[in-house]
């Protein structure tokens, strides 16, 4: 039993027996009043009618004697009348039936009441003519006790009401209220949501319990954020160059890795400042590395979201742009890299004015399918760059061509359905963002849109949800996801697929009992249109709320925190859960985590790549640290071999998505509801 109960029912029971004690004495106090109050009118009527019959006892008249009693007795409360005249020895005696009474006989039979007998002697100066004896019906004093104790009964539940809703009134504010405070503020803190410290309290006992739990939930709030700066101190000692702020050189090559592997197009701007290496060489540390940094701020200023910074040496910086390329976009890569030149000419100039050699760059575009390795990669950046030295225009560019079709697709004795089955890749890699644009709209318009499913599943094997990829159908080819979300992301288009996808996912559930989690794209958190059809199709589908989760980058926590509150609170309002993808991926603090209540955050893939490498261990377990303090779920993603799972879950990593895990499967269910 609960304090406040034990303290509400103890002094409600306690109030109980206080107004019982006092209408009980209330009770036996108007019971005695009523016995004397009827002996008392007795008397009274025994005196009063020894003064009327005086004169007639003097001369002996029997007649008018029994005129007085009859009219005196006659029709009241009395029940036995009785006159012994001494003078013959006569006796006149009266008896009156009982009056019908509305008291319970319960009530006469539970309280004793009893009739009462009055006796006098009759005198005229010294002679005594009789005696006169009066016996009481206690009809009347029942009958006004009946009344006296409806009337205390309903005083005392009246009161007692009243008390009780008063003890209540004050127990609510006075303990319950802040018993209630310190409930929540305990939770909040296991949450690790602070807030601001609780209020003291009216309660004078309760004030160094506050004061204790203020001090707590300060100290706990201090712990967490040390624990998340060590987290991003982690992350950027083993990803961030120091200087320029960008990524240094070993999460340069993971992203180059990366990059390589996808059959996608793109390009690589590079660009090199000799001053900064000039300067080291003459030990001027501060100034190189004040150099550096402005260059960084500035990279990170003008390049877009979907773009990739680092710094591969101590002069030179890449940016990876994984985008759909064509003529168009090569000559505005061409003319924005001149204009990128002579900005960071004018900041070389500023921080290092005696540097004679000129800011120089190159543009290394990656045409789809092709076969190039980093090493091979970075050897054409040094080249690039070579030539650019040697350009009067300080620029140069290399185009590398796409490499053959790979094996599996060139073969002539594959079956239709496995041909449609693979992520064929076509001539249609070359299309630009337009392009593919008016060919997504194309397919979401005749429902060629089709969900490919990667399963998440924990260290037991167990399926936790499956992850949603869009397939595009055209001409019997399927394209993944990968080679047309760039150009809609760089279009900010991806509302109308996000949508599409939803729908068929709910269709999907509707035939199937599983998890599935969708992604939804950057550009759509900040589209309101989307949210609210977002808001208002989720409320005609509350029956897939505990099966639909969905996955929402974080960089859109970052950059478009207004919009992604408000989608949370959308997500929130009709009981959909959702996680965060990436986590971990931007250098910013993670502390952003404590506002929001995600299901399961999905690490990027960075860390988890090398989960043994030293300060890649240490940022991953600090990482986990952090989600895990906060009570969500982490799960690895690009899980590729045995020792990493075995790494990862040896570091408490609960969930797990990759090759090693599972393997992508289609499923072509028909045509959406919508």
Known sequence: MSLYRQLFLGLSLLFLLLLAGIAFSQFTTTRSYLVEQQTLEIDNAIHAVGLAISPYLEQDDTVAIESVINAMFDGSLYQKVTLQLLKGNTIIERSYPAQPSDVPHWFRQWVN??????????????LQYGKITVTSYPTLAYRKLWQSSWQLLSTFIIGFAIGVLA??????????????????????????????PLPAPPTKEFIPLTHAFNQMAAKIEQHFNQQAQEADLLRKRAYQDPESGLNNRKRLLLHLEDWLEQDTAGTIVIVRLEAISRLRSQKHFPQAAKLAEKVGHHLKSTASAQAKLGR?????????????ADATDEEQTTQALQSLLDQLSHIQARYSPESLQPVCGGVITKQARSSLAVSALLAQCDNV???????????AAIRHQKGPLPKSESQGNQTPQHALQQMHQPEHLLWGKQQWLELCQTAIDNDRITLSFQTVRDSQHHPLHQEVFAVLKHHEHCYSAHLFIPALNALRQTSPLDRHIIQKAVHYLSLHQTFLAINIAPTSIADTEFIQWLDSFLAEHPVVSQQLIFELPEIAFLEESAQTRLLCLVLDRHQFTYGIDHF??????????????PKYVKIDADFTRQPTDGIQHDALRALIQTAYHLNIKTIATRVEH???????????????QGHYITVHKEANHGRSSS
């Open 584 to 597: 971990g991926h931007h250098f910013d603090s993670v502390g952003y985590l404590r506002q929001y209540h």
């Open 312 to 324: 591969l040496s101590h002069s030179e910086f890449i940016i990876i742009r994984p985008e759909q």
């Open 642 to 656: 045995q020792p990493q799972y075995q790494a990862l879950k040896t570091l408490g990593i609960v969930g797990f």
């Open 385 to 395: 760059l070579s030539k650019a030295q040697h350009s009067p225009t300080r620029i």
């Open 113 to 126: 009441i009893p009739a009462v007998t009055r006796q006098n002697t009759l005198t005229s100066g010294w």
């Open 167 to 196: 003890l209540k009134l004050l127990l609510d504010q006075f303990v319950k209220k802040p018993l209630r405070q310190f409930q929540q503020k305990a939770h909040a803190i296991a949450d690790q949501h602070f807030g601001q």
